[in-house]
């Protein structure tokens, strides 16, 4: 399973040189926290904000980003784990953690 942070889906809907690798992990089946949504957006917008990006290339990332397929969680299932790791990460980035490690499989004989 691949799970997706606001950095990433950013950095491949509206970064410039774009590496192969993040674009291959964003053709598999993605999942992410729900919140991702709003971090998506909040991002796009500081970025038209602080002018590094144009409104015309805004809109097109917020309805590419909309259309993209990708499983959204909940966060009240991954909240114990979030409160966890409270003291290494964010609850934004912690949230994206725990969701990996919530879904993670072992793989073995």
Do not use: K, N
């Not at 970064?15 to 674009?23: E, F, I, M, N, T």
């Not at 998506?40 to 904000?49: A, D, F």
């Not at 299932?77 to 979030?82: E, F, M, N, S």
């Amino acid at each position: 399973m691949i799970v997706v942070d606001a950095s990433a889906m950013v950095e491949a809907l509206v970064g410039r040189g774009v590496s192969d690798a993040l674009l291959d992990a964003l053709s598999d089946e993605i999942h992410a926290p729900c919140l991702l949504d709003v971090e998506v957006l909040s991002v796009l917008g500081g970025l038209l904000l602080g002018g590094r990006i144009d409104s015309a290339a805004a809109e097109e990332a917020r309805h590419d980003y909309f259309a993209f397929s990708l499983t959204r969680h909940e966060i009240g299932p991954l909240a114990d784990r979030i409160w966890q790791l409270r003291h290494q990460y964010t609850s934004y980035d912690a949230s994206s953690l725990a969701l990996g490690l919530h879904q993670a499989r072992l793989l073995g004989p």
